[in-house]
């Protein structure tokens, strides 16, 4: 009679939609601390094994156990998830249970351990009969529905149990509950109405609408909702360009009559900053938004971002980590990685099939100094990229796929069935909570338009479009269902869009008196200037105490009593405790040490992220020691100077695109951070060409951001071919908006420097933080200066009321500049090989160093080439090949002041001639040509 009972309940929950509650499960999680401020979560969670008895059922049921399993594996491929039903998709062999001998209907099976039915705590060795034709319904109604799971390909035991244990043990219901569907109803309406107002009024407008796509908005909203519930307090958003002004105004609270302003030709920002401002579909919000259940708001960023799809994601994953940053640095041990900021990535899902950076975030995402506690992505599936189907577009089953790499499980649902994507939702935020790691929901869904609503797409898909306008919209349907089913009425329906359209109105018949406002130096930022103002510190004094600066240095090769470094260590450590006293011969390692420390002790963090930064590259900086037997790592500067600020050394995968943008995020969210990246040779920077021009150069001028970023980019000519030489200044200094005209007032949006004296990099990097505005700091950085005896500086360039010079007089010129007929200007590491190059041909022309190339230094300029008063030559003198390095923009800039100062504005050049590549990669003809333009330099 049990077993009868039993069978009977199964019948009946199976015939309804499971709904996936709120309540706790028995799993909990535990975190741990990994290294100087890496922190992670732990990859430890506490669920009950199987008993004896549950094992041995497993055992005498092996045939049922393989097919539960390949349920669970295979049941997506068969799942109703296409609304279109356009998926091309074979009978699934592997979900007939006559393949593993199960072909009695009627015969029972003791699915305890097999099956999850029950929740975890109230499961006995009891036996759980069940009928084999219940058995199949039931699984079929878990994973071969409108959600369909991957999460076997984890290889995470507990994992894979938890997600089954939560598939398959909670109640079933019918549906949500009536509040939750009259939200979802709101939004589909309200989005459907929205569209169809834009396109009456503004018919000829890109606006990349969501239709086909709606339920991309009840996704969102149960997101907000149940992370809020669960106390998160702050979510980074990004999202493309398609149904970007759908959310901005149904949940993000962006005003309409900001947006039909913006769309009538007006700025987002006010006139009088003077900025280019962006497209529609870049536009943000920043809302707090309160939801029933939760004590607090939850504040949802919407990050800005280029055309360039998924740049701005390792932007977010930046921002994410450095929000919670000031959390995990003053109360570690009560706040966990996750807790209170969680990442919301959505994407489009040919661009995440598509776009290597993706490949290059998720790498990120579980590494020790760039995860953030997990990501929750929605790749909104629109069946075609563009106006390329998925069979041209992909290599892979789903566009999902890619997400496997770091073993994230997929949810995919039809998009057709709001409340089935908000269940989906529930899912994986519960699944992010517990492991903090990131998990993928495919939103499949279809456009009902083209690639904009100008495009027609029945030129390439005329099958796929004939079926779209065909059928009723998403929130048509669900409309129709709530109707059909006494949640709400025609007419509650039809008032809720009529006073929608009412309230667009209303909102456009107030663009005339719009006027932008924007609200700067809030939050972390309070205190941070506009560039462009008045009270702007451009140029502030960065100079440290001599004394504060030897203990700085004693404390940056400081080895703990025990502690076993590297035999080779030993002369490093050697030959910085040695020049302690003396005060000169400080490298740049040294120097950098220093500046790092004395920021440290004015409360400033450090960060400098790249490949192999905590040794550096060229086996220079040694910023953190690693012990030879036990391989514990120390970071001497945080350990002996106990100082509030903190440096992170942040060793990187191999990725530049990403590992740069998820730098240039940490730096938009933390103004008392100092950012660095560290290219292992400058011409890799070319990896991350697209987050260097679409936000590193343009964000200010875009979106009013502010970024202290420092690029730090190995850079000069060595004999080393054509690919570990150049930074490939020319690009930078293109992409700067400095302008040769002095009178013209600018606020240049980066800084383009090559200093040739450690204390000029010292005083650069201390500039960065003293500044009370930021700016990027691109350096072209050194490699064959790290150890030039040369290439030195002593502590009185360091000391009180010294700071960066942008343009280096020579110092041997002296009283006799009245004698020179001839000046070499050059930037850069060059310097060192002229000055020797002028002993050696006994030559009295001075060497002029133009440390700062943006922004032109102008009058620092014509100081020093005015006291030149019967100099008649003027040269340039650069490695890098006539088409390539700083000539072409230094060379009017350099004329304009030399007709300044009453000549006649010709500045000659000097070096290698066009070419296609930066360096040549043949040793004999790179010493000529080295020697060629050395000696023409005097000649």
Known sequence: ??????????????????????????????????????YRTAREVVVPDYTAAQLQNRTDNAPLLRYVDSMRIHGHRAARIDPLDLMQREEVAALDPTRYGLVDEDKEYNVNGIVWTAPVAEQSDKEELWQLRDIVQYLRTVYVGRIAYEYMHSPSKTERLWFSHLLESEELSGSAPTDQRKRIHALLARSETFDQFLQAKFPNLKRYGL???????????????????????????????????????????????????????????????????????????????????????????????????????????GKTRAKQYSLLKTSPGDCMLGDRVMCVQLHGDASFTGQGVVMETLGLSNLPHFTSGGSVHIVVKWVIGYTTPASEARSSLYCSDIGKMIHAPVLHVNGDYPEDVARAVDTAFKYRNYFRKDIIIDLIVYRRWGHNELDEPAFTQPSMYRQIRSRKSVPQLYEDRLVDEGVISREEATTLRSSY??????????????????????????????????????????GVDGEVLKGIRRASVAVPDGFKIHPRLQRHVKHRLQNVEAGTGLDWATVEAMAFGSLMGEGCDIRISGQDVGRGTFSHRHAMLVDQETEKVVIPLNRELQSEGKLELANSSLSEFAVLGFEYGVSWERPHLLPIWEAQFGDFFNGAQIMIDTFISSAETKWLKQSGLVLLLPHGLDGAGPEHSSSRLERFLQLTNDRFDETYETNVNMGVVFPTTPAQYFHLLRRQMKRNFRKPLIVAAPKGLLRLPAATSSLTDLALRTKFQSVLDDPLSGPNKAGVERVVLLSGKLYYDLAKTRQQMQSTTPLIRIEELCPFPFADLRCILRSYINAKEFVWVQEEPRNQGAYLYVA???????????????????????????????????????EGLLKSAFE
């Not at 077993?3 to 975190?31: I, N, Y």
């Open 1 to 38: 009679m049990r077993a009868v009972a039993k069978s009977s309940r199964v019948r009946e929950l199976v015939a309804v939609v499971r709904c996936k509650g709120g309540g706790s499960h028995v799993l909990t999680r535990t975190f741990h601390q990994q290294g100087s401020f890496g």
């Open 211 to 317: 239709e086909g796509g709606e339920s991309m908005l009840p996704a969102l909203d149960t997101l907000f909702r149940v992370a809020s519930q669960a106390g998160i307090q702050h979510i980074v958003l990004t999202m493309p360009h398609r149904g970007r002004l759908n959310l901005l105004t149904d949940i993000l609270e962006y005003s309409p009559t900001a947006l039909f302003h913006k769309i009538k030709g007006g700025s987002e920002f006010p006139e009088s900053y003077n900025v280019s401002g962006d497209v529609i579909s870049h536009l943000v919000s920043s809302p707090a938004l309160r939801y029933d259940g939760s004590s607090n708001p939850v504040k949802v960023t919407l990050l800005p971002n280029p055309s360039h799809l998924e740049a701005v994601n390792p932007v977010a994953l």
């Open 501 to 542: 359209k009412a309230h667009l109105d209303e909102q456009l018949s107030k663009v005339d008196d719009y006027v932008s406002t924007v609200a700067l130096g809030q939050g972390q930022w309070k205190g941070i200037v506009w560039p462009a103002d008045p009270a702007a510190e451009w140029d502030p004094e960065t």
């Open 892 to 930: 009017d800039r350099v004329a304009h002041v030399l007709r300044s100062i009453g000549h006649d504005g010709e500045l000659q050049f000097k070096g290698r001639r066009e070419d296609a590549v930066p360096a040549p990669g043949i040793g004999k003809v790179y010493r000529a040509q080295q």
